[in-house]
């Protein structure tokens, strides 16, 4: 079992930087791929970006094509936390971010995800 909290969400005007935080307890954290996904109202949740588990020699990251450039996904195994810094936000931004966990591998997909936070609301304003 994994739990797992967000925090750092909220209002910034556009061109604005926020940093999410994911803080998590239970199991051993670095065994896991970790990912942040968001949904905004009305629509499906998506992929944001994720990071590959601590295991390998090599850390894997993959972002969605529309956050590319401007958000970078990092993690401190040391202290159980992941995080989200987020740079020249946009409107489109807007939604609530939800940091998930799943065995080894990245995947975008939110279905292999095992364990999920509560959220975190980002308002971008224009």
């Known amino acids: 079992q994994v739990t797992l909290v967000e925090s750092g969400g909220g209002l910034v005007q556009a061109g604005g930087s926020l940093r999410l ?3 998590a307890s239970g199991r051993t954290f670095s065994s896991y ?3 942040w996904f ?3 109202p009305g629509k499906e949740r998506e992929f944001v970006a ?4 601590s295991g390998s020699s090599t850390v894997y990251v993959d972002y969605a ?3 590319k450039g401007r958000f970078t996904i990092s993690r ?3 202290k159980n936390q992941a995080y989200l810094q987020m740079n020249s936000l946009k409107p489109e931004d807007t939604a609530v971010y939800y940091c998930a966990v799943r065995q ?3 995947s975008r997909q939110s ?4 364990y999920w936070g509560q959220g975190t609301q980002v308002t971008v304003s224009a």
Do not use: F, L
């Open 50 to 53: 994720a990071v590959s588990w």
């Open 21 to 23: 935080s994911c803080a």
């Open 76 to 78: 401190d195994n040391a």
């Open 111 to 114: 279905s292999t995800y095992a």
């Open 33 to 35: 791929a970790m990912g």
């Open 65 to 67: 094509d529309s956050v």
């Open 104 to 106: 080894a591998y990245i």
């Open 38 to 40: 968001r949904q905004a």
